[in-house]
């Protein structure tokens, strides 16, 4: 890898994420909110420049992509009122309650939107939405074995967005096609959806278990 307009480069074959922090010279608070808090931050830069970057601070998010015996995934329709669209996608939920796994997270999820649970849990993928300006990382699982909540276990009463849920099942491979015609437009499901499709092809055995690190 060799920085852009520079004879440096790393020769190294390993190309994988790392954590790097550049010094913060001032930061302040823009706007605090019920899910998100803005922030204008002052970095210096390695060339001893100061560049300002607003950064949304996010608590994180899980999502899940539940597949069945069928190969069909478990799809949800959603209002989605900052892009005025209704979206399919995966069940997915806020990182919201302090220390709590991401997985038991992701099973909480699953249970509440789509009134199902699973058996066998992995890990598919881990990103940031938008790193350029928002700290939003999510781990994207996938659940297999699933079963329906019997009807007395299930106690969450929806509300908002979520009394107006549609639930539905797409083959896997429709949901591939999908994603390239440009028909499925939300981001966890576009991840999970493609590496799921990858997964199957390689062996889900060789995912990460469901309680692996993060930052592995």
């Known amino acids: 890898a060799c920085l852009v307009g520079s004879e440096m480069c790393i ?4 190309i994988a994420d790392v954590e790097e922090h550049w010094p913060v010279v001032s930061s302040a608070e823009l706007l605090r909110a019920r899910l998100v808090t803005v922030r204008s931050d002052k970095v210096r830069t390695p060339d001893n420049h100061l ?8 608590p994180g998010a899980v999502a899940v992509l539940a597949l069945d015996d069928a190969d069909r995934i478990l799809m949800i329709r959603q209002y989605r009122h900052p892009v ?9 939920g806020l990182r919201d309650v302090a220390g ?9 999820e699953l249970a509440e939107e789509a009134s199902y649970r699973a058996r066998d849990w992995r890990v598919l993928a881990d990103y940031y939405s938008s790193p350029g300006y928002s ?10 074995d ?5 009807p007395a276990e299930r106690h969450f009463v929806p509300r908002d967005e979520e009394a107006f ?3 539905d099942w797409l083959p896997l491979a429709e949901a591939v096609r999908k994603v390239f015609a440009g ?7 576009a991840l999970g959806i493609m590496a799921g499709y990858a997964a199957r092809s390689e062996g889900f055995d060789r995912l990460r278990p469901a309680d692996a690190p993060e930052e592995q």
Request: proline share 9%; no cysteine; aromatic share 6%.
């Open 100 to 108: 709590e796994d991401p997985w038991v997270t992701a099973q909480r």
């Open 135 to 144: 700290t939003e990382r999510l781990r994207v699982f996938l659940a297999r």
């Open 84 to 92: 005025g669209h209704l979206l399919w996608e995966i069940p997915a």
């Open 51 to 58: 560049a300002e970057r607003d950064v949304v601070l996010h």
């Open 183 to 189: 028909e499925l437009h939300n981001g966890p499901a």
């Open 11 to 14: 020769r190294d074959s390993n």
């Open 165 to 167: 849920l549609l639930v």
């Open 146 to 150: 699933l079963e329906p909540v019997p």
